[in-house]
């Protein structure tokens, strides 16, 4: 089943079918289940004006390859900013959360533009894609990556964090104008920032995930994005990040921050 067919669903039916491929270890790959989420709340709220401002996932137990049911509610819908909250459930109990706030543009005297550089990349004819072979999660094999910074996960590397080229691996998803639930399920492919530090494989999960727009897509599904990621703190068994995410124009997409559970 491709992205758009699982879009298609999520608007006509109240349960939902999980696609294969999609496996992250035992469980459904967390931008895949944040993609539904962000998607379902797009087709309730059924506004084109009101775009996606930001949003926050809370990823409370696993997703498993079986159906999952979508339930959507509009906690506020204001003039120019709707606020709703999207519930995905599984064996009777809530598996994750999101909940968005989607606005229409205003005419505002405060303009700043203090956001960060895009990082000056390798051309694309000259990078390395990460091979299909690589011990990798089943979801990876939906993307195409390419390390331009820092380590593999698990290669025991004394600093956390890296940068790279992604984009979903034109040779499984067709190209078409992308949507967000598009760059949510994207942006999710990179493993947190600590897990180079890892010598061998342990458990590493995102437990809360808040992602704000910047700039409006202008992008289709194929085209390379430039992500990188920053380690602010990481102690007891838990890690907090943020993220960039850019398109090939240097424009950026999007900014996420993330608390990871570590297991080692």
């Not at 704000?212 to 897509?217: M, N, R, Y």
Request: negative net charge.
């Amino acid at each position: 089943m491709s992205l758009e067919s699982l879009f298609q669903q999520i608007e006509q039916e109240e349960w939902i079918d999980i696609p294969q491929g999609w496996l992250q270890g035992r469980t459904i790959f967390g931008g895949l289940v944040a993609g539904m989420l962000v998607y379902k709340a797009i087709a309730t709220i059924h506004d084109p004006v009101k775009k996606l401002l930001s949003c926050s996932v809370t990823f409370v137990g696993p997703v498993e390859e079986t159906p999952v049911k979508l339930t959507a509610e509009i906690l506020r819908q204001g003039k120019s900013v709707t606020t709703i909250e999207v519930r995905l459930w599984q064996n009777e109990a809530v598996q994750s959360i999101l909940i968005a706030s989607f606005g229409s543009q205003r005419d505002s005297k405060i303009q700043v533009s203090l956001e960060p550089q895009a990082p000056d990349f390798p051309p694309l004819d000259q990078i390395n894609i990460v091979p299909k072979y690589l011990p990798f999660p089943e979801c990876v094999k939906n993307f195409q990556l390419a390390w331009t910074e820092g380590n593999y996960p698990m290669s025991g590397s004394k600093q956390p964090d890296f940068s790279g080229w992604c984009r979903f691996d034109p040779e499984i998803h067709a190209n078409r104008a992308m949507n967000v639930s598009d760059i949510m399920t994207l942006m999710d492919v990179w493993p947190p920032g600590v897990l180079p530090m890892f010598k061998l494989p342990a458990p590493a999960s995102t437990l809360t995930w808040q992602v704000t727009f910047i700039h409006p897509l202008q992008n289709q599904l194929n085209d390379w994005f430039k992500y990188k990621v920053i380690t602010d703190f990481a102690e007891h068994g838990y890690a907090t990040e943020h993220a960039y995410l850019w398109d090939e124009q240097n424009r950026l997409i999007a900014i996420a921050r993330q608390t990871v559970t570590v297991f080692t």
